[in-house]
């Protein structure tokens, strides 16, 4: 079946441009997450998605990042005035909900953001 | 908010020998606990979890320990293969509801 999809996979960006990132999840998942990966680096969390409750934002870096996911399904990433600092790739990952558990998170193949 | 911690943040092993990674989490009611592979260039992928209700779990030359007590949880590879080389995240999560929370990553080599 098919996967966490996102879009676009590369995007070469100016410095002060706005950008916009596109994460489709697996249909029915109710979990949605974004995390910025830099070169060789670890999974920095930016913000997640869990049904209809208030998104946790707690790792978005600045003001300049913000995040919508519409009807429950597709979530697009924003980030305004981009910066050097904010070249990384981006990853999306989505999973269902399990009771009282978390299930396994599938992750889509990332947009590379370069910021010249 | 959860704190994971994942050392060592290198490891080297030779073909055939046994590589660990060990982690610790901060919040006592974490109860699932999945490891995630990531190749070079390629997304992570999930190889194991662990949930709190049981202390191992094995998959072939994967196990996974965890320890409730001492709050911290273990990735264990035996007889390394040079595909295991790889980037690991260890991570936690305390709830359907609550973040999944990562460890920075060991970048595993195998050294042929």
């Known amino acids: 079946g098919a996967g966490v999809s996102q879009s676009p996979s590369n995007k070469v960006t100016e410095k002060g441009k706005d950008v916009e990132l596109r994460c489709d999840p697996i249909s029915g998942h109710t979990a949605l997450y974004w995390y910025r990966q830099s070169l060789g680096q670890g999974l920095e969390f930016l913000i997640y998605f869990q049904g209809n409750s208030a998104p946790d934002k707690s790792g978005l870096p600045s003001d300049r990042f913000s995040a919508e996911r519409t009807g429950g399904s597709v979530s697009t990433l924003t980030i305004q005035r981009t910066q050097q600092e904010d070249s990384a790739v981006y990853l999306c990952?989505?999973?269902?909900?399990?009771?009282?558990?978390?299930?396994?998170?599938?992750f889509g193949n990332g947009t590379r953001l370069t910021v010249t | 908010g959860e704190n994971v911690e994942q050392h060592p943040s290198t490891l080297s092993v030779q073909e055939g020998d046994s590589a660990v990674i060990k982690c610790t989490y901060s919040?006592?009611?974490?109860?699932?606990f999945p490891w995630y592979k990531q190749e070079l260039g390629k997304r992570p992928q999930l190889i194991i979890d662990i949930r709190s209700n049981v202390g191992e779990k094995k998959d072939q030359r994967i196990a996974v320990t965890l320890n409730k007590t001492a709050k911290h949880f273990s990735l264990h590879i035996t007889e390394t293969q040079p595909e295991d080389s790889a980037v690991y995240f260890c991570a936690a999560s305390n709830g359907g509801y609550q973040k999944v929370t990562f460890g920075i990553g060991t970048k595993l080599q195998v050294i042929p």
């Open positions: 990952a989505s999973s269902l909900r399990g009771g009282s558990y978390n299930l396994p998170l599938h």
């Open positions: 919040d006592s009611a974490s109860n699932y």
